[in-house]
């Protein structure tokens, strides 16, 4: 039997790339080559294809679901977020749209964490010192740091990630408040205080972390209004998406000291880093790292086939559609 043709945009972990190349036509990019970054050479390059294997970031914006030629049934995206895609675009022409949810909660949560004790912490600060051989010995007043024990953490969007970050959390005695749309159930919340306003939510909070879909209803979501409301001294994190955050405006509340330090692993335009970020200390700035584990990254790339396999080689719905 013919094997159906699959493009996948981006070089994905062993494991995922031998998968595919067994059960697919595989059209792999080893290299990384960055033709990936150009919607129109995605889909002049899924030409004959019935399934495309994508990665957080490609374009796949309306214009390129749009030149998108009529073989392509189903785009799966090794991603959690979906915002790189224009689904109801691609729902119209009746391609399917899979993500892969659950998988990379945990490794999510832990860069969140590793941002909040990094930030609270001034761990990037000793690390660069102690790289430009700038450390020259023990001090009791050097980079004097905060605790976070005790503290409360405001977790912004209590999903998966969010109450994975809070069970880390509760076991460095932090206080656990949220923000989201709705209450959670008793058993998500464990706890967690619920807030049905920014403005008690983020008055009350010594760390803010933040776990929102990108998108416009997210967009500059952190603005110099909502951190006017946040008290002084306080941390923000960001590990969910950059354009979540008015990065003019938390450089100005980073610089006055009014927020004590942030930790971000996402960036608006990213891999564009606001440039005002980088003349700061007070802000520790990771690659996008959320799911970067060895294991994350494996079963990102199962979860991609499965939805794959579903929908192409079975006839059946996916099962993580997005
Ligand atoms: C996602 O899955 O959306 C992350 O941002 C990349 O792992």
Known sequence: MTKPTLLITRHLPAATEARAARDYDARLNPK???????????????????????????????????????????????????????????????????????????????????????????????????????????????????????????ILGFGRIGQKLAAMARGMSMEIHYRDVRRAPAEQEMGAIFHDSDASFLSTIDVLSMHVPGGDATRKWLNAERLAMMRAGSLVVNSGRGPSVDDAALVDALKSGHIRAAG????????????????????ALLPHLGSATIETRDAMGARCLDNLDAVLLRGEAAPHRA
């Open 32 to 154: 990384d080559d960055p033709w990936f970054r150009d919607g129109a050479e995605i889909a002049r390059r899924a030409a004959g294809a019935s399934g495309i294997l994508c990665a957080a970031g490609d374009p796949l914006g309306e214009a390129t679901i749009a030149a998108l030629p009529d073989s392509v049934k189903i785009i799966s995206t090794f991603s959690v977020g979906t915002d790189h895609i224009a689904i109801p675009a691609a729902r119209a022409r009746g391609i399917e749209v899979t993500n892969t949810p659950e998988v990379l909660s945990f490794a999510t949560a832990e860069i969140a964490f590793t941002l909040m004790l990094m930030a609270a912490r001034r761990a990037g600060e000793g690390e660069r010192m102690v790289r430009a051989g700038a450390w020259h010995g023990w001090a009791p007043t050097q980079l004097m740091g905060i605790t976070l024990e005790g503290k409360r953490l405001g």
């Open 264 to 283: 971000l692993d996402v960036y608006d335009g990213e891999p564009h880093v606001f440039s005002g970020y980088r003349e700061l200390q007070n802000v």
